[in-house]
């Protein structure tokens, strides 16, 4: 079985910049040849699709990841990145990132994401 660990998260002002870390563990070969996706819920709603990248680099954004977030990954690397720039208090939430393998989700645990105005 293959794990993700987020990493990254914190409190920071509005306008700052973050970037956080997906990182793969045990059989990385189901993180390799998938597609890996960034997810964010915040408090009191579902979770949505940020984005996602495929296992050859290639990147599409939901809506509300257009223009802000940047994600990409390092098969070498075992990792997946979302870079983040002018937060809002309205990024708030706890962000995923999750292996779509086509029969299922490997989900990670989650990193929380706190923007004070």
């Known amino acids: 079985q293959v794990q993700l660990v987020e990493s990254g998260g914190g409190v920071v002002q509005s306008g700052e910049s973050l970037r956080l870390s997906c990182t793969a563990s045990?059989?990385?070969?189901?993180?390799?040849?998938?597609?890996v996706a960034w997810y964010r819920q915040a408090p009191g709603k579902q979770r949505d699709l940020i984005g996602q990248?495929?296992?050859?680099?290639?990147?599409t954004y939901e809506d509300s990841g257009e223009g802000r977030f940047t994600i990409s990954r390092s098969n070498v690397e075992s990792t997946a990145w979302l870079g983040m720039t002018n937060l809002q208090p309205s990024d708030t939430g706890v962000y995923y990132c999750?292996?779509?393998?086509?029969?299922?989700?490997?989900w990670g645990t989650g990193t929380q994401v706190t923007v004070s105005s």
């Open positions: 999750a292996i779509l393998t086509g029969q299922n989700t490997v």
């Open positions: 045990g059989r990385i070969s189901t993180f390799t040849i998938n597609t």
């Open positions: 990248v495929t296992y050859n680099g290639r990147v």
